[in-house]
């Protein structure tokens, strides 16, 4: 599915002629015996969930629709030259302040965060890359100076013929140069999207002191030379689909580098491409310095008297001709979407320590020699001013700049900058964009949870995120360490409701019992209220009506089996259970401890939850295409568990995490047999949320490579799970009844509450199509029409921006003989969809 900027298109449907089944070969190893008139259970309307948390730019960067990314110049400068390097993640910083020329890569460093024993890529540098946007090479010497001066990692080296480059493990197609760690190879590496190891020579080097190494380029021949040899150590001829033109970037494999005199040779000709820029050229690392030729100018990050946060950038104008600022191009640089007419509003807070001063704010092409929309403050104010503009394009562009600028002597200091779309391109008039928040509703989810690691930060404070959002102090983020609290609970619950939402969200356990209480007045209570009124004071006079909250997320998994933190958590709970229900005792409560079942202190956790919680939060591994066997195996351990602990209990189970590591029509199928596991146990479920909701394309920074819905600046489409969820969502009956199965088949049936529509959810995880009879008892008088949908692709198939329709739901008609029993041909790989109905009484 492909949602453009100002709207959204339905799901591909492919609706066939009516077919005619002739009588069918009964098959005795398939088959499907469903009794119309046996109900099982109840099923939840809500179970058709998502989980949504500012991880991999889900809302900073994406959903929220501040369209300038480092907003607040928390960043530091990191003197890397962003303006000629395109960054994959990595917080690259020069090497001895600047003074070699040098640009230096330490895994984790500013980044780090500890997320806790999983099997998951967590350092979002650990396959950082730059790439040098300026040259496309095809022959020549490349050479280059590294050193490693740390012990652990893999490799590190340069990348050759670079294209498609993105973020990510292998996100890229080209060729790779690396030396070990160890110091004892040299490796020749081929990435399409993958690794291929091409070649490799023995050396030994001491990976710690500067080496040099030379790559030679003549058509098809690569040629790795060290130091100032002679003779190769590596000679490859590629002759299979070679890559033979590129860009040149440097690259790391878990392990802390940096890099010098990095050189492109072609005949007689050497060009240096600097990796850093100017001591005095301080710019907050998600912008970049503009600088004439003739002027001279000054850049600093000042940490006294910052409008907001801690820090802001100061422009120093000191003589020359030309224009000296700054720029932004999103999130990750990855440009700022226009549209021709397009207005977008935006909003600085300025001070000049130099008198009067005209600055000049801008939108403009990546170069900067087009120049779609400007706009003129005459700033005198020595105190901070927000001053507000408009901004219309004149032009489209995918990949626009914002800057901002001087063009005479002067000082300005600058922070807090914003930049939103108008109109259409907003989601109902909120700070969201419009193509994202359309593409969730038309997944069809019946259920949003906005949580996750996030919430364990220790900034993450529900005062923080309410009022102006220019004045909303950024925080040190769990995934981001310079987070924005410009989208927060209270922007996500306005999104809820314009979407017609249910919805819960989960507050940091550590908050304290009188904010907690002053959240739930502020977000249900009464404008007579001292906190309902704030809240109408922000705009928003009628209440939330907040139905869930959950208390921490994933309390005690950090440290493992932990006594004391399970012990943490009931004491953390309990307090906030009674501020939250002080001033709202219908608010239902979830609780977080980490689901243990052998573990004796998750016994303790329900005993002394159990009749205040009201559910407990499970969090499954969803990757597999056959999970849901495995998490219906959970879900009855648990409600076993709940009776023999106590038999009478009340609470249940939400699966607020479908976790993973994919995004294909492998996790599509773990996501169908999880929602068939999930309605085996009616309402014991909630719901269950798939993770993540979104994810911006090529720009992922860990390892939850799991996103249902990605997104450009220009374009928002679905993944195969997303097909999944929206199928099974428009096809929700609310009873289970009893089907039989023999067979491989994962197979549940239900039935609409009149007992005139029967509905089957099938998925077939092998590799062969399944042929397989369908028997229906208590169903008579059925039409003679069964309709279908079905999702079927190899395991690894998954949309992307070119083809965003390739995996797709296909929707048929079949007209059935009056023969009771069906045959059916279920595809390998697929979930398949069949509903039947009973004629209309005349």
Same mark, same amino acid.
């Given at each position: 599915?492909? /949602?453009?900027?100002?709207?959204?298109?339905?799901?591909?449907?492919?609706?066939?002629?009516?077919?005619?089944?002739?009588?069918?070969?009964?098959?005795?190893?398939?088959?499907?015996?469903?009794?119309?008139?046996?109900? *099982?259970?109840?099923?939840?309307?809500?179970?058709?969930?998502?989980?949504?948390?500012?991880?991999?730019?889900?809302?900073?960067?994406?959903?929220?629709?501040?369209?300038?990314?480092?907003?607040?110049?928390?960043?530091?400068?990191?003197?890397?030259?962003?303006?000629?390097?395109?960054?994959?993640?990595?917080?690259?910083?020069?090497?001895?302040?600047?003074?070699?020329?040098?640009?230096?890569?330490?895994?984790?460093?500013? @980044?780090?965060?500890?997320?806790?024993?999983?099997?998951?890529?967590?350092?979002?540098?650990?396959?950082?890359?730059?790439?040098?946007?300026?040259?496309?090479?095809?022959?020549? !010497?490349?050479?280059?100076?590294?050193?490693?001066?740390?012990?652990?990692?893999?490799?590190?080296?340069?990348?050759?013929? =670079?294209?498609?480059?993105?973020?990510?493990?292998?996100?890229?197609?080209?060729?790779?140069?690396?030396?070990?760690?160890?110091?004892?190879?040299?490796?020749?590496?081929?990435?399409?999207?993958?690794?291929?190891?091409?070649?490799?020579?023995?050396?030994?080097?001491?990976?710690?002191?500067?080496?040099?190494?030379?790559?030679?380029?003549?058509?098809?021949?690569?040629?790795?030379?060290?130091?100032?040899?002679?003779?190769?150590?590596?000679?490859?001829?590629?002759?299979?689909?070679?890559?033979? @033109?590129?860009?040149?970037?440097?690259?790391?494999?878990?392990?802390?580098?940096?890099?010098?005199?990095?050189?492109?040779?072609?005949?007689?000709?050497?060009?240096?491409?600097?990796? =850093?820029?100017?001591?005095?050229?301080?710019?907050?690392?998600?912008?970049?310095?503009?600088?004439?030729?003739?002027?001279?100018?000054?850049?600093?990050?000042?940490?006294?008297?910052?409008?907001?946060?801690?820090?802001?950038?100061?422009?120093?104008?000191?003589?020359?001709?030309?224009?000296?600022?700054?720029?932004?191009?999103?999130?990750?640089?990855?440009?700022?979407?226009?549209?021709?007419?397009?207005?977008?509003?935006?909003?600085?807070?300025?001070?000049?320590?130099?008198?009067?001063?005209?600055?000049?704010?801008?939108?403009?092409?990546?170069?900067?020699?087009?120049?779609?929309?400007?706009?003129?403050?005459?700033?005198?104010?020595?105190?901070?001013?927000?001053?507000?503009?408009?901004?219309?394009?004149?032009?489209?562009?995918?990949?626009?700049?914002?800057?901002?600028?001087?063009?005479?002597?002067?000082?300005?200091?600058?922070?807090?900058?914003?930049?939103?779309?108008?109109?259409?391109?907003?989601?109902?008039?909120?700070?969201?964009?419009?193509?994202?928040?359309?593409?969730?509703?038309? &997944?069809?989810?019946?259920?949003?949870?906005?949580?996750?690691?996030?919430?364990?930060?220790?900034?993450?404070?529900?005062?923080?995120?309410?009022?102006?959002?220019?004045?909303?102090?950024?925080?040190?983020?769990?995934?981001?360490?310079?987070? !924005?609290?410009?989208?927060?609970?209270?922007?996500?619950?306005?999104?809820?409701?314009?979407?017609?939402? $249910?919805?819960?969200?989960?507050?940091?356990?550590?908050? @304290?019992?009188?904010?907690?209480?002053?959240?739930?007045?502020?977000?249900?209570?009464?404008?007579?209220?001292?906190?309902?009124?704030?809240?109408?004071?922000?705009?928003?006079?009628?209440?939330?009506?907040?139905?869930?909250?959950?208390?921490?997320?994933?309390?005690?998994?950090?440290?493992?089996?932990?006594?004391?933190?399970?012990?943490?958590?009931?004491?953390?709970?309990?307090?906030?259970?009674?501020?939250?229900?002080?001033?709202?005792?219908?608010?239902?409560?979830?609780? #977080?401890?980490?689901?243990?079942?052998?573990?004796?202190?998750?016994?303790?956790? /329900?005993?002394?939850?159990?009749?205040?919680?009201?559910?407990?939060?499970?969090?499954?591994?969803?990757?597999?295409?056959?999970?849901?066997?495995?998490?219906?195996?959970?879900?009855?351990?648990?409600?076993?568990?709940?009776?023999?602990?106590? $038999?009478?209990?009340?609470?249940?189970? =939400?699966?607020?995490?479908?976790?993973?590591?994919?995004?294909?029509?492998?996790?599509?199928?773990?996501?169908?047999?999880?929602?068939?596991?999930?309605?085996?146990?009616?309402? /014991?479920?909630?719901?269950?949320?798939?993770?993540?909701?979104?994810?911006?394309?090529?720009?992922?920074?860990?390892?939850?490579?799991?996103?249902?819905?990605?997104?450009?600046?220009?374009?928002?489409?679905?993944?195969?799970?997303?097909?999944?969820?929206? *199928?099974?969502?428009?096809?929700?009956?609310?009873?289970?009844?009893?089907?039989? =199965?023999?067979?491989?088949?994962?197979? !549940? #049936?239900?039935?609409? &509450?009149?007992?005139?529509?029967?509905?089957?959810?099938?998925?077939?995880?092998?590799?062969? #199509? #399944?042929?397989?009879?369908?028997? %229906?008892?208590?169903?008579?008088?059925?039409?003679?029409?069964?309709?279908?949908?079905?999702?079927?692709?190899?395991?690894?198939?998954?949309? %992307?921006?070119?083809?965003?329709?390739?995996?797709?739901?296909?929707?048929?008609?079949?007209? %059935?003989?009056?023969?009771?029993?069906?045959?059916?041909?279920?595809?390998?790989?697929?979930?398949?969809?069949?509903?039947?109905?009973?004629?209309?009484?005349?």
């Amino acid at each position: 599915m492909l /949602f453009r900027r100002s709207h959204v298109l339905p799901a591909a449907v492919c609706l066939a002629p009516l077919l005619f089944l002739c009588q069918p070969s009964f098959s005795q190893d398939n088959r499907i015996v469903v009794n119309a008139g046996q109900t *099982m259970n109840r099923i939840p309307s809500t179970i058709y969930g998502t989980c949504i948390e500012d991880v991999n730019h889900e809302i900073y960067g994406g959903f929220y629709a501040q369209q300038l990314f480092g907003e607040s110049f928390e960043e530091p400068s990191s003197g890397a030259n962003y303006k000629d390097w395109n960054k994959y993640t990595g917080y690259w910083a020069a090497e001895t302040a600047y003074s070699d020329g040098g640009l230096t890569l330490i895994p984790g460093r500013g @980044t780090k965060r500890y997320i806790g024993k999983i099997d998951i890529g967590v350092e979002p540098d650990d396959h950082a890359r730059l790439v040098y946007g300026p040259l496309t090479i095809s022959n020549g !010497t490349v050479s280059f100076e590294l050193r490693m001066p740390e012990p652990d990692g893999a490799s590190a080296g340069v990348l050759l013929r =670079v294209s498609n480059a993105g973020t990510g493990e292998n996100s890229l197609r080209g060729y790779g140069v690396s030396l070990s760690r160890n110091g004892r190879q040299l490796l020749l590496t081929k990435h399409n999207n993958n690794y291929t190891l091409l070649a490799q020579g023995a050396v030994a080097v001491n990976p710690a002191a500067w080496n040099r190494i030379r790559v030679r380029l003549e058509g098809t021949l690569i040629q790795v030379f060290l130091g100032e040899a002679k003779q190769p150590l590596i000679s490859y001829e590629d002759k299979q689909a070679p890559y033979l @033109t590129g860009k040149i970037g440097l690259t790391t494999a878990r392990t802390a580098v940096a890099f010098r005199q990095v050189q492109l040779t072609d005949g007689s000709k050497t060009v240096s491409l600097p990796l =850093v820029n100017e001591p005095y050229q301080q710019v907050s690392d998600h912008w970049d310095m503009i600088r004439d030729d003739d002027v001279r100018a000054a850049f600093a990050l000042s940490q006294e008297n910052a409008y907001n946060g801690v820090t802001a950038q100061k422009i120093t104008f000191s003589g020359g001709k030309g224009r000296a600022g700054i720029a932004n191009r999103g999130l990750n640089r990855w440009g700022i979407a226009l549209q021709k007419g397009q207005r977008l509003n935006g909003a600085v807070w300025l001070r000049t320590e130099s008198g009067l001063v005209n600055v000049t704010v801008a939108l403009e092409d990546l170069s900067g020699t087009k120049t779609y929309a400007s706009h003129t403050i005459s700033l005198e104010e020595k105190d901070w001013t927000k001053f507000d503009f408009p901004l219309t394009a004149n032009a489209a562009d995918s990949i626009a700049r914002f800057v901002l600028y001087i063009s005479e002597k002067g000082r300005i200091a600058v922070d807090q900058v914003s930049l939103f779309p108008t109109g259409e391109q907003l989601f109902k008039g909120l700070p969201l964009r419009a193509d994202i928040g359309n593409a969730i509703v038309g &997944e069809q989810i019946s259920f949003i949870r906005y949580a996750g690691s996030m919430v364990n930060a220790a900034g993450y404070r529900f005062k923080e995120m309410i009022g102006p959002r220019d004045q909303r102090p950024p925080y040190t983020g769990h995934w981001n360490k310079y987070a !924005t609290n410009g989208f927060g609970i209270e922007e996500f619950l306005q999104f809820c409701e314009a979407a017609h939402l $249910p919805a819960a969200f989960a507050i940091n356990i550590e908050e @304290t019992a009188q904010d907690v209480s002053d959240m739930v007045e502020y977000l249900n209570g009464d404008v007579s209220t001292t906190w309902g009124k704030k809240r109408a004071d922000n705009g928003h006079p009628a209440p939330y009506n907040v139905k869930y909250i959950e208390i921490g997320n994933e309390e005690a998994l950090f440290r493992g089996d932990n006594k004391e933190d399970y012990e943490h958590y009931i004491e953390r709970f309990n307090a906030l259970y009674t501020a939250i229900h002080s001033k709202d005792p219908g608010i239902k409560l979830i609780q #977080a401890a980490w689901w243990r079942p052998e573990s004796k202190h998750v016994e303790t956790v /329900f005993k002394a939850l159990n009749g205040k919680a009201d559910y407990w939060d499970f969090h499954p591994w969803a990757d597999g295409k056959d999970a849901g066997l495995d998490i219906d195996k959970e879900l009855t351990r648990m409600q076993e568990l709940f009776r023999k602990w106590d $038999p009478h209990t009340s609470m249940k189970c =939400v699966i607020f995490e479908e976790n993973g590591a994919l995004h294909n029509m492998q996790r599509a199928l773990g996501h169908a047999t999880t929602l068939n596991a999930v309605r085996k146990h009616g309402d /014991f479920l909630l719901t269950s949320c798939p993770a993540n909701a979104l994810q911006p394309y090529h720009q992922n920074d860990n390892g939850w490579d799991q996103g249902q819905i990605f997104f450009t600046p220009t374009t928002v489409w679905g993944m195969p799970p997303y097909y999944a969820q929206r *199928m099974a969502a428009l096809n929700h009956l609310p009873l289970r009844v009893k089907e039989t =199965v023999t067979g491989a088949l994962n197979v !549940t #049936a239900t039935i609409s &509450e009149q007992k005139d529509t029967l509905v089957l959810h099938i998925v077939n995880t092998a590799d062969q #199509a #399944a042929t397989t009879v369908l028997e %229906l008892s208590n169903f008579g008088n059925r039409n003679n029409r069964m309709d279908t949908w079905t999702l079927a692709a190899p395991l690894a198939a998954e949309n %992307l921006p070119e083809a965003p329709g390739q995996v797709n739901v296909q929707q048929s008609a079949i007209k %059935l003989s009056a023969a009771p029993g069906i045959q059916y041909t279920f595809p390998a790989f697929s979930y398949t969809i069949l509903r039947l109905t009973k004629k209309t009484r005349k």
